[in-house]
């Protein structure tokens, strides 16, 4: 057994997180609400559960040299840029989590990246199917699709008469390009000890209730579409898109490294439509995604490269422990 503990709040991937640690021989710890401590009691995944009031008494923990966490959506989430302020080491680069949550940095280092985007539109010029995102809409609730300038106007009003949006959520809004393509997700991983990115798995979000409408006539009964996530579906992709969804990771890790250096580290994420002629992403997470815990077996693509079962969270305690082994390890917490 290795003294270091690997951490994360009770929410998200940490099942897989704790599991993936222990077997690689760490030692677990779970900060959790107080209602969640059952579900960590009942999978044993945590040698030690501490409940908390709330997440931002994470906050209030002193750094411990012994102790690694590694950070998720729900963390994100949670405590914003405050995240900035934990004292306990973190597996990844923080700054990277900052950039995924602010939307213009967000697209910012995609379009650094070369990666293609969808187009901003403007309220007054909508001539195409388009999707309206507030702010700090999470997973997609709230957002409408239309495809004019008069639609736009009459759904705002619509909202703003049910108090659902607010002046700031209009003038925050985001317009975009309605992409007309099948969703994808692909788990990446920066290794520094390998100087590689690995893609370790793949994924599509399961939408409510957009993943719905299909079992019935939108001509009959047109339905808004909702982008709510609730679950995760395996997926492989297509072997000749391999080539560009490998090269996407690439792009980005490296364009990462000039606007945050030292750029992503670890895990994330490039959330990607794919259409009939190209890949178009929409956001790219900084951290180890839910869809990962399809694969606490390994993926079929993990299994290719590592001959192993191999999760993202496990890949994450095997990185930490050669890390140590090369007395590395600083250059992969922040
Ligand atoms: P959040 O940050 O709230 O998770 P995202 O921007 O990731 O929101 O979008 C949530 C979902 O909305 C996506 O998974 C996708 O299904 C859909 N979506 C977002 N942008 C577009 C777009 N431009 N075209 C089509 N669908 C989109």
Sequence with gaps: ?????????????????????????????????????????????????V?????????????????????HGTLIAALGDKLRDISIPMF???EGMLWEMNRAKNQ???????????RTLKSDDITELAIVK????????????????????TKINDLVSQNKISDYDIKNAQIQEYVTGVTMYPHYFYSGIYERVEMLGIDRRYETNVDALGRLSQNDHPVEPSYKVVGNQPLIA??????????????????????FAPGLIGP????????SEEIVAFEFTS??????????????????LFNEEMSMAKRIAREIKMAMGQRRLQEFLT
């Excluded at 994470?58 to 040299?65: F, G, H, K, N, V």
């Excluded at 379009?111 to 985007?117: D, L, M, N, P, S």
């Excluded at 951290?287 to 290719?304: D, E, F, M, Q, W």
């Design 1 to 49: 057994m290795n003294n270091l503990i690997i951490s994360t709040i009770g929410s998200h991937s940490a099942l897989q997180i704790l599991f993936g640690a222990k077997q690689e021989n760490f030692n677990t710890k779970v900060y959790c609400l107080k209602d969640r401590d059952s579900l960590y009691r009942r999978y044993p995944v945590a040698n030690e559960i």
């Design 51 to 71: 409940t908390l009031d709330s997440y931002e008494d994470l906050l209030e923990i002193a750094a411990d040299s012994q102790e690694i966490f590694i950070p």
């Design 92 to 94: 990844g680069n923080r």
């Design 108 to 118: 910012k280092l995609l379009e650094t990246a070369g990666i293609r985007v969808p």
């Design 134 to 153: 507030f702010p700090g809409a999470m997973g997609g609730s709230g957002y409408f699709v239309c495809s004019s300038s008069d639609e736009f106007d």
């Design 238 to 259: 297509r072997e000749s898109l391999l080539p560009q969804i490998l090269e996407h990771g690439d792009k980005l890790r490296e364009a990462s490294t000039n606007l």
């Design 268 to 275: 994330y994420c490039i959330e990607m439509a794919i259409t």
């Design 287 to 304: 951290r180890i995604v839910a869809g990962t815990s399809l694969y606490v077996n390994g993926s079929p693509y993990s299994k290719i």
